[in-house]
């Protein structure tokens, strides 16, 4: 294939609409009539409501209505219509539909007046009694009810325990035994849970929300309130980020779209960064992870054991050990993985979530390793280096481990560091070196894609995908150009609408892979349909080519091995008498044969005040074996965006509960740090050369997760070597190193 665009660091088609305020949000869009929703959240964790009065709110002028368990509409009964594509085994939560209190900040009744304001006013007004019950929201004190959960649709279970792996601990010549806590983290994108839904003329529904998947939100408001499928639409342009949070319909949306459906008007419903902290979350977890090697750094046993929260209604887990079976080669090794049942909203996912704890513990443990066996870090690692995937037994579509460790060490200058912690300062700062390697699976999920091509040249290609700030418009844009050899200009990319073509919710890093793939398979049958009317040209200047033996560039289809010989794509559109050609396709993954994962190396460089305790990352590189590489600058800004979270988690990001209450204190940006310009210096970002022909058809292995994994690790790897402290549980603040 040509690169004519692929490859290349694009800009964002979208920057501009960005940037000038045109582009629009889930509470941006004004409708005439629009009514206001506001929710009332419960001040409790567990318990039930015995008695809500309304009438005070209900005698305002302009508060249409309140809505409660008691008043609202019929909705459906069974679990399963609360279950939407990515939904955890158990019962959903379901919002207003009965008196009972899972969570506290559980929305308990909504508000809906003529203005945000009065609604505001008016649910103040609103009075509601509690029956409150013994509730439980801490998981250090509630680990005796730790289980294994069920199975996850989409979450690979621990890997089998292979060889003896406690028996070879204890005969291990050296070994690390240790436990690693780790907090909640919320997600706290800037754009905040929000849906307008516009009652339309016709009496049907158009559901503006913030969500990575609009057809995940239509089913399920089809399921769970009774839409008709041909009666609700639901549409997102554009997303204020979202990092795993919009990935299930938030309650906003099913309060929206109930109001509005009962009252047969427009409402929209936002929340507040309050309410924020009433949805999921990163789990806290604690883990312990062993190892044992041979004088010599070889791994004689690997045991990863993780306990996380779950709600009480809902079993929700990740692959938090599963990396410490990938990442090194070990024949005696076991894994665990359980949760523990508490009065807390159900976790979700959270950009690499499992990998961002489990590997997090993994990598301080090697490094701890490492430090026991007089070790370079980088050593360790590659006498262990794993040339299959020992998990499932499948050999890697490629792996490039090898280089990035190579790269990014030799960028950074590791053959200067003195392995002697406390050894290297910088004046009176200490300075620490540390780093740690990553991986995440290269996932591909079933995806759909239409293209049509005008005889003017333009190609519009459509797929009910999402950009979160990724730059799937982008990318997207860039793929179906090169596949057909049109200029960027001339070809449109639409997404964010559930009327088009079938797409998974954007996550996982899988959209390339996915709706890439579509996109290519159906730009493929366009191209097939222009050759075999190019042989209707006059002339036949191509002949009777076959499918490879043609490639399409500047708006023309010519032969490979003679380029001179070539049709102009509306000369063959004219000459076969079409004005349009369109095509819809799909794309599958089909490499289960193999294990397809991207992978990392990360180093770090801090300083820390040895007076104050206070931590600097003041240099980062990072070097990424991503396969192919579709834009290099919105690549880039994938990677640099994960290192930052990296960095968050390292130590600045910890959600903070009362458990005398069951609620988070830290529900806002002022008590929720996370890194800002000034904790942010040299970030590094090296791609390293990756061909991968089995890993989808474009070779693409995904950017927004293997970003952050591992850089929590390195940070805390380095603090370690500027210090001598070993800090097991995150984040790294100044209370723990003096």
Same mark, same amino acid.
């Not at 949306?253 to 509005?260: G, R, T």
């Not at 809902?314 to 005696?332: A, I, Q």
């Not at 959270?350 to 704890?357: E, L, N, Q, S, T």
């Not at 490039?400 to 700062?429: Q, V």
């Given at each position: 294939?040509?690169?004519?665009?692929?490859?290349?660091?694009?800009?964002?088609?979208?920057?501009?609409?960005?940037?000038?305020?045109?582009?629009?949000?889930?509470?941006?869009?004004?409708?005439?009539?629009?009514?206001?929703?506001?929710?009332?959240?419960?001040?409790?964790?567990?318990?039930?409501?015995?008695?809500?009065?309304?009438?005070?709110?209900?005698?305002?002028?302009?508060?249409?209505?309140?809505?409660?368990?008691?008043?609202?509409?019929?909705?459906?009964?069974?679990?399963?219509?609360?279950?939407? !594509?990515?939904?955890?085994? &158990?019962?959903?939560?379901?919002?207003?539909?009965?008196?009972?209190?899972?969570?506290?900040?559980?929305?308990?009744?909504?508000?809906?007046?003529?203005?945000?304001?009065?609604?505001?006013?008016?649910?103040?007004?609103?009075?509601?009694?509690?029956?409150?019950?013994?509730?439980?929201?801490?998981?250090?004190?509630?680990?005796?009810?730790?289980?294994?959960?069920?199975?996850?649709?989409?979450?690979?279970?621990?890997?089998?325990?292979?060889?003896?792996?406690?028996?070879?601990?204890?005969?291990?010549?050296?070994?690390?035994?240790?436990?690693?806590?780790?907090?909640?983290?919320?997600?706290?994108?800037?754009?905040?849970?929000?849906?307008?839904?516009?009652?339309?003329?016709?009496?049907?529904?158009?559901?503006?929300?913030?969500?990575?998947?609009?057809?995940?939100?239509?089913?399920?408001?089809?399921?769970?309130?009774?839409?008709?499928?041909?009666?609700?639409?639901?549409?997102?342009?554009?997303?204020?980020?979202?990092?795993?949070? &919009?990935?299930?319909?938030?309650?906003?949306?099913?309060?929206?779209?109930?109001?509005?459906?009962?009252?047969?008007?427009?409402?929209?419903?936002?929340?507040?960064? !309050?309410?924020?902290?009433?949805?999921?979350?990163?789990?806290?977890?604690?883990?312990?992870?062993?190892?044992?090697?041979?004088?010599?750094?070889?791994?004689?046993?690997?045991?990863?054991?993780?306990?996380?929260?779950? @709600?009480?209604?809902?079993?929700?887990?990740?692959?938090?050990?599963?990396?410490?079976?990938?990442?090194?080669?070990?024949?005696?090794?076991?894994?665990?993985?359980?949760?523990?049942?508490?009065?807390?909203?159900?976790?979700?996912?959270?950009?690499?979530?499992?990998? +961002?704890?489990?590997?997090?513990?993994?990598?301080?443990?090697?490094?701890?390793?490492?430090?026991?066996?007089?070790?370079?870090?980088?050593?360790?690692?590659?006498?262990?280096?794993?040339?299959?995937?020992?998990?499932?037994?499948?050999?890697?579509?490629?792996?490039?481990?090898?280089?990035?460790?190579?790269?990014?060490?030799?960028?950074?200058?590791?053959?200067?560091?003195?392995?002697?912690?406390?050894?290297?300062?910088?004046?009176?700062?200490?300075?620490?070196?540390?780093?740690?390697?990553?991986?995440?699976?290269?996932?591909?999920?079933?995806?759909?894609?239409?293209?049509?091509?005008? +005889?003017?040249?333009?190609?519009?290609?459509?797929?009910?995908?999402?950009?979160?700030?990724?730059?799937?418009?982008?990318?997207?844009?860039?793929? #179906?150009?090169?596949?057909?050899?049109?200029?960027?200009?001339?070809?449109?990319?639409?997404? &964010?609408?559930?009327?088009?073509?079938?797409?998974?919710?954007?996550?996982?890093?899988?959209?390339?892979?996915?709706? &890439?793939?579509?996109?290519?398979?159906?730009?493929?049958?366009?191209?097939?349909?222009?050759?075999?009317?190019?042989?209707?040209?006059?002339? #036949?200047?191509?002949?009777?080519?076959?499918?490879?033996?043609?490639?399409?560039?500047?708006?023309?289809?010519?032969?490979?091995?003679?380029?001179?010989? @070539?049709?102009?794509? #509306?000369?063959?559109?004219?000459?076969?008498?079409?004005?349009?050609?369109?095509?819809?396709?799909?794309?599958?993954?089909?490499?289960?044969?193999?294990?397809?994962?991207?992978?990392?190396?990360?180093?770090?460089?801090?300083?820390?005040?040895?007076?104050?305790?206070?931590?600097?990352?003041?240099?980062?590189?990072?070097?990424?074996?991503?396969?192919?590489?579709?834009?290099?600058?919105?690549?880039?800004?994938?990677?640099?965006?994960?290192?930052?979270?990296?960095?968050?988690?390292?130590?600045?990001?910890?959600?903070?509960?009362?458990?005398?209450?069951?609620?988070?204190?830290?529900?806002?940006?002022?008590?929720?740090?996370?890194?800002?310009?000034?904790?942010?210096?040299?970030?590094?970002?090296?791609?390293?050369?990756?061909?991968?022909?089995?890993?989808?058809?474009?070779?693409?292995?995904?950017?927004?997760?293997?970003?952050?994994?591992?850089?929590?690790?390195?940070?805390?790897?380095?603090?370690?070597?500027?210090?001598?402290?070993?800090?097991?549980?995150?984040?790294?603040?100044?209370?723990?190193?003096?």
């Amino acid at each position: 294939m040509s690169t004519a665009h692929i490859g290349k660091p694009i800009r964002r088609i979208d920057g501009r609409a960005k940037v000038t305020g045109e582009a629009k949000y889930a509470a941006e869009y004004a409708t005439p009539d629009l009514a206001h929703g506001w929710v009332v959240s419960s001040p409790i964790a567990r318990g039930k409501i015995t008695a809500i009065d309304a009438s005070e709110a209900l005698k305002l002028p302009g508060v249409i209505q309140v809505f409660s368990h008691e008043n609202r509409p019929k909705m459906a009964w069974f679990d399963s219509s609360y279950r939407d !594509q990515i939904a955890p085994p &158990g019962s959903p939560f379901r919002p207003l539909y009965d008196a009972e209190v899972h969570f506290n900040a559980q929305p308990v009744a909504l508000v809906v007046a003529s203005s945000p304001e009065l609604a505001r006013y008016a649910s103040t007004l609103v009075r509601i009694e509690y029956k409150a019950r013994t509730h439980a929201t801490e998981l250090a004190a509630n680990l005796e009810s730790a289980r294994t959960p069920k199975e996850r649709e989409g979450i690979k279970p621990p890997p089998k325990a292979r060889g003896h792996a406690d028996r070879a601990l204890a005969a291990a010549p050296v070994k690390v035994d240790v436990e690693y806590e780790v907090p909640v983290e919320h997600h706290n994108p800037m754009e905040t849970f929000a849906t307008t839904v516009v009652r339309d003329e016709d009496g049907s529904f158009t559901v503006y929300d913030k969500t990575q998947g609009v057809q995940n939100v239509r089913d399920y408001l089809c399921n769970a309130l009774g839409f008709k499928a041909d009666e609700i639409r639901v549409i997102t342009a554009f997303v204020g980020g979202a990092f795993g949070s &919009g990935l299930r319909p938030q309650y906003q949306v099913f309060l929206a779209a109930m109001a509005a459906k009962e009252l047969q008007r427009s409402v929209r419903v936002v929340l507040t960064r !309050q309410q924020m902290f009433s949805l999921g979350h990163r789990p806290t977890t604690r883990q312990r992870v062993a190892l044992g090697a041979s004088a010599d750094g070889a791994l004689r046993a690997v045991i990863h054991e993780a306990t996380a929260e779950t @709600s009480r209604h809902e079993d929700y887990s990740e692959e938090v050990v599963n990396w410490s079976g990938l990442l090194y080669r070990c024949d005696d090794a076991r894994f665990e993985h359980k949760v523990v049942p508490l009065d807390l909203p159900t976790p979700c996912d959270m950009r690499a979530p499992g990998a +961002v704890w489990g590997v997090f513990a993994l990598e301080s443990a090697m490094d701890e390793l490492a430090v026991a066996l007089g070790t370079d870090p980088v050593e360790l690692r590659l006498r262990n280096y794993a040339e299959e995937d020992q998990n499932d037994g499948k050999p890697f579509t490629s792996k490039e481990l090898r280089e990035c460790y190579r790269r990014a060490a030799g960028r950074f200058g590791w053959a200067r560091r003195d392995p002697t912690p406390r050894s290297m300062r910088r004046g009176s700062t200490l300075i620490g070196w540390g780093m740690a390697g990553g991986a995440w699976e290269s996932m591909q999920q079933e995806a759909a894609a239409s293209a049509r091509l005008t +005889v003017d040249g333009r190609l519009t290609v459509s797929s009910a995908t999402e950009d979160i700030g990724t730059g799937t418009y982008t990318v997207m844009t860039q793929i #179906a150009a090169e596949l057909l050899g049109l200029p960027l200009e001339d070809v449109t990319f639409k997404l &964010g609408d559930s009327a088009l073509p079938q797409a998974p919710v954007e996550g996982g890093s899988f959209t390339v892979a996915s709706v &890439g793939s579509a996109i290519k398979a159906a730009c493929g049958a366009v191209g097939e349909t222009l050759l075999k009317l190019a042989r209707k040209v006059e002339g #036949a200047p191509l002949g009777k080519p076959t499918p490879d033996e043609v490639e399409f560039a500047e708006g023309r289809i010519r032969l490979k091995a003679d380029p001179s010989r @070539s049709v102009a794509i #509306a000369e063959a559109m004219r000459a076969g008498g079409v004005d349009v050609i369109a095509q819809e396709a799909a794309a599958g993954p089909k490499q289960d044969k193999y294990s397809r994962h991207a992978h990392s190396a990360i180093f770090a460089e801090v300083e820390v005040d040895e007076d104050f305790g206070t931590v600097r990352v003041t240099r980062v590189v990072t070097a990424i074996a991503g396969g192919r590489i579709i834009n290099p600058r919105t690549a880039r800004s994938q990677v640099m965006g994960g290192i930052v979270w990296g960095i968050g988690s390292a130590l600045h990001e910890a959600s903070v509960l009362d458990h005398r209450f069951g609620r988070f204190m830290t529900h806002n940006l002022a008590d929720y740090h996370v890194p800002v310009q000034a904790d942010v210096e040299e970030i590094e970002v090296i791609f390293v050369d990756e061909r991968d022909e089995l890993v989808n058809p474009l070779g693409a292995k995904g950017l927004g997760e293997i970003g952050v994994v591992g850089v929590a690790a390195a940070v805390a790897n380095a603090v370690h070597h500027a210090t001598g402290r070993r800090v097991r549980s995150l984040p790294i603040t100044l209370d723990k190193l003096l």
